[in-house]
Nanobody
Framework: QVRLVESGGGLVQAGGSLRLSCAAS????????MGWFRQAPGKEREFVAT????????YHADSVKGRFTISRDNSKNTVYLQMNSLKPEDTAVYYC?????????????????WGQGTQVTVSS
């Protein structure tokens, strides 16, 4: 059974930082590209960042570029999202997802497995 479990969310003031983690089990982690998505209240879920199987390629949404960084540790079956200079508009539930494809993707439909999400709240 595949499980993706996010952690590290919480309440932070604007300008602060958080690091999200997503621990994977039940799959060959190094065979999956990984992504982070988020859903703000009243909005659709949107792409945040993705990383290739080896970690050699990454892509970030324009809204977070320069502030967020995705990374992974295949020895720990974990993907991370370092979030700096947080803004109130970053408030959302953050989800990690696994994609059994060689090419990284921003499309939610490409991802095979999803976590339950972790809440990030940024106060002004």
């Amino acid at each position: 059974q595949v499980r993706l479990v996010e952690s590290g969310g919480g309440l932070v003031q604007a300008g602060g930082s958080l690091r999200l983690s997503c621990a994977a089990s039940g799959l060959t982690f190094s065979s999956y590209a990984m992504g982070w998505f988020r859903q703000a209240p009243g909005k659709e879920r949107e792409f945040v960042a993705t990383i290739s199987r080896s970690g050699g390629r990454t892509y970030h949404a324009d809204s977070v570029k320069g502030r967020f960084t995705i990374s992974r540790d295949n020895s720990k079956n974990t993907v991370y999202l370092q979030m700096n200079s947080l803004k109130p508009e970053d408030t959302a539930v953050y989800y990690c997802a696994a994609d059994n494809q060689f090419v990284i993707s921003t499309a939610q439909s490409e991802y095979d497995y999803w976590g339950q999400g972790t809440q990030v709240t940024v106060s002004s």
